[in-house]
């Protein structure tokens, strides 16, 4: 009996222990909350009207270049008249081909600007509200009592299963969207 006793008290004294130092822990999928944050659906508004913005520009570039090609055609047509003196008609042509290229770059370059700008403020946006999210989450995380809160998004290969009961996100969303303004 003294030895069975000598055996079930430390691991009664180990099993409490262990109980009073457990750790609870919770996901959040940090790309839904992020989805679901009104702050960022807002920015990804600002963000689509810019490149619809971008593209309509992009058409006045086009529309511009096809009325050059056209013009230089209906040149081309008219230096192959024998019957037109084509020397002065060949400098406006050759005018308008320099204008063609300038008209071309101009486009290029509009079009690498304006992707550039959109990729940085895509990146922009993830910073910037990653601080929101962080706070929701600390909040909820202090709220619920957890010692540790792990991103469970599809994107991170750390967390493949979690039961439903941990999954603090929703709760993470309310709170981000409690805070903006309306």
């Known amino acids: ?8 008290l430390p691991i009664i004294f180990l099993l409490t222990a262990s109980f009073l130092h457990a750790q609870k822990v919770a996901v959040v999928d940090v790309q839904k909350v992020f989805d679901g944050y009104q702050k960022v659906k807002d ?3 600002r963000l689509d009207r810019s490149k619809k913005i971008a593209m309509e520009e992009l058409e006045i570039f086009r529309a511009e ?14 230096i192959k008249n024998p019957n037109i003196d084509s020397t002065a008609l060949r400098t406006k042509y050759q005018e308008k081909v320099e204008k063609a290229k300038v008209k071309q ?9 304006a992707k550039a700008t959109i990729a940085q403020r895509q990146r ?8 929101d999210i962080r706070e929701a989450v600390k909040k909820v995380a202090s709220t619920k009592g957890l010692d540790l809160v792990i991103n469970s998004s599809e994107t991170q290969l750390g967390v493949f299963y979690v039961g439903e ?18």
């Open 1 to 8: 009996m003294i030895h069975f006793k000598k055996i079930i």
């Open 43 to 45: 920015a990804r508004e």
């Open 65 to 78: 270049m096809e009325k050059i090609v056209k013009e230089l055609k209906e040149m081309e047509e008219k």
């Open 105 to 113: 770059e101009d486009m290029v370059s509009y079009d690498k600007r």
């Open 124 to 131: 922009n946006l993830l910073v910037e509200h990653l601080g």
């Open 165 to 182: 009961k941990f999954d603090v996100t929703e709760e993470v969303i309310v709170t981000l969207n409690a805070t903006v303004d309306k």
